[in-house]
């Protein structure tokens, strides 16, 4: 059954971020330096938590802003920046041009359609000389998944939608077209930073069970189906799962990419 989007902001909070998201965050601390700055405006910040250790590091030096995707998140993220005191301001203004000093955006969950024009805000309210960087799986993620959402397409008759999945995988950018879309949208000295990240479950059972995978990743790829047909693709991606791997786990990777670079 569908989750409501408050149903979907708590799981964010209590299993994706620390999931999901902690994935690509751990490569914004790995490469980017945040010393030296006057402000920072976070994009798409979720309930807040990188916003939080990362004003425990710099926040002393560095005014930090916040923008969530929606409301729900929003709701956590003031909520816990209250409870713990943190000066990470959540007070979600429309943010002037040339008005930050470092740009952070997660762009982990936005669709690929979608990432010129997110990549292009980004850079709109940085400073010029300003650091910009963006955050996204890249093309060969979820290889492993796609390949098994084929079978189970046309094992359940409904063969019909592998265009859609086929769509979805070319749709997904290369390393060089992120560095392209950042190039376009005004950033120089534009640099991509990997890391492989495998996701392991014991079990099918337990991969259609994950909030990332049931309520996040393939209600996203299966929105075309109808509840009953969604509810089929879950029961036979979990005996797929089951009859190829046997008693070994199941295991998919994900191409973190983080792109950086200034704006010109």
């Known amino acids: 059954m569908a989750k409501t989007?408050?149903?979907?902001?708590?799981?964010?909070?209590?299993?994706?971020?620390?999931?999901?998201?902690r994935r690509f965050t751990d490569l914004v601390d790995k490469h980017i330096a945040l010393k030296d700055a006057k402000n920072l405006l976070y994009i798409n910040a979720g309930?807040?938590?990188h916003t939080f250790a990362l004003h425990e590091k710099i926040g002393k030096k560095t005014a930090i802003f916040a923008v969530s995707d929606?409301?729900?998140?929003?709701?956590?993220?003031?909520?816990?920046?209250?409870?713990?005191?943190?000066?990470?301001?959540?007070?979600?203004?429309?943010?002037d041009d040339e008005a930050f000093d470092i740009v952070l955006a997660d762009a982990s969950f936005v669709k690929?359609?979608?990432?010129?024009?997110?990549?292009?805000?980004?850079?709109r309210v940085a400073r010029t000389d300003g650091r910009v960087a963006f955050f996204l799986p890249s093309a060969g993620s979820f290889g492993e998944i796609f390949s098994l959402l084929w079978e189970m397409l046309f094992s359940e008759e409904l063969g019909e939608k592998g265009a859609e999945i086929?769509?979805?995988?070319?749709?997904?950018?290369?390393?060089?077209?992120?560095?392209?879309?950042?190039?376009?949208?005004?950033?120089?000295n534009v640099e991509a930073h990997n890391a492989k990240e495998v996701f392991e479950f014991e079990n099918g059972k337990e991969f259609i069970g994950s909030p990332l995978i049931a309520d996040f990743l393939l209600p996203e790829w299966l929105e075309t189906l109808g509840e009953k047909e969604k509810g089929r693709?879950?029961?036979?991606?979990?005996?797929?799962?089951?009859?190829e791997d046997g008693s070994l786990t199941f295991r998919f990777s994900v191409k973190a990419t983080l792109v950086t670079g200034e704006k010109s």
Not at 5 to 21: G, Q, S, V
Not at 83 to 92: E, N, Q, R
Not at 112 to 123: G, H, L, T
């Open 47 to 49: 309930t807040g938590n």
């Open 70 to 95: 929606d409301k729900d998140l929003l709701t956590i993220a003031r909520d816990k920046a209250a409870a713990t005191k943190s000066g990470v301001d959540f007070s979600m203004i429309r943010f």
């Open 233 to 243: 693709a879950f029961r036979k991606l979990a005996e797929l799962i089951d009859v």
């Open 112 to 123: 690929p359609p979608e990432i010129e024009k997110f990549v292009c805000e980004a850079v």
């Open 5 to 21: 989007r408050k149903e979907r902001a708590f799981l964010r909070d209590l299993y994706i971020n620390e999931e999901w998201t």
């Open 166 to 188: 086929e769509a979805m995988i070319t749709e997904i950018p290369t390393v060089s077209r992120l560095e392209e879309i950042a190039a376009m949208a005004g950033m120089v």
